[in-house]
T-cell receptor, first 113, second 115 residues
């Protein structure tokens, strides 16, 4: 079955710096890669996603890149702000699986003011 | 707005007790999921359901069962709670519509402690 690895497990950056979180997946049939953000004490929420036919996607200060050949995908956050502090989960999915996803173990991001 | 609710935010049970965790969604979603969240292990899928009375095992189903008698409600059952089931339990739902992936919407979670 699919396995998703995520690095680093913790990340501290100064406010205004960039943060990068990297994930790898094992099943080449995966074709959808969402990212969820979970603030302390709150529920996970989808922040951005990318499909296998696209190499990069941006939404304001966040971007995701996908390298299908290497089975890597990454989340990039620019100009980080304290409200970006949260746990970020990458995930991989195949549509044929009833919207089921396999999540990575998570990255705890701390943005230091 | 999709609303996913869970019956309790905090629950304390004794070893051997039967425990019911309930999840309700109000958006007529086809799919519902139960996850367990532990530090360093991320969100691990216990069971999911793609229709009323239909269920499939996830990655860690041992010690758990589920019930979906109505479309909006998905219950997680711990037949005989054990201390290693102390964890945060998250429910989620997704519409299941169309040929593309649909976002999962999460509930607030239930922190279960088994003594």
């Amino acid at each position: 079955g699919e396995n998703v690895e995520q690095h680093p497990s913790t990340l501290s950056v100064q406010e205004g710096d960039s943060a990068v979180i990297k994930c790898t997946y094992s099943d080449s049939a995966s074709n959808y890669f969402p990212w969820y953000k979970q603030e302390l004490g709150k529920r996970p929420q989808l922040i951005i996603d990318i499909r296998s036919n696209v190499g990069e996607k941006k939404d304001q200060r966040i971007a995701v890149t996908l390298n299908k050949t290497a089975k890597h995908f990454s989340l990039h956050i620019t100009e980080t702000q304290p409200e970006d502090s949260a746990v970020y989960f990458c995930a991989a999915s195949m549509k044929t699986s009833y919207d089921k996803v396999i999540f990575g173990p998570g990255t705890s991001l701390s943005v230091i003011p | 707005d999709v609303k996913v609710t869970q019956s309790s935010r905090y629950l304390v049970k004794r070893t051997g007790e039967k425990v019911f965790l309930e999840c309700v969604q109000d958006m007529d979603h086809e799919n519902m999921f139960w996850y367990r969240q532990d530090p360093g292990l991320g969100l691990r899928l216990i069971y999911f359901s793609y229709d009323v009375k239909m269920k499939e095992k996830g990655d860690i189903p041992e010690g758990y069962s589920v019930s979906r008698e109505k479309k909006e409600r998905f219950s997680l059952i711990l037949e005989s709670a054990s201390t290693n089931q102390t964890s945060m339990y998250l429910c989620a739902s997704s519409s299941g519509a169309g040929p593309i992936y649909n976002e999962q919407f999460f509930g607030p979670g239930t922190r279960l402690t088994v003594l």
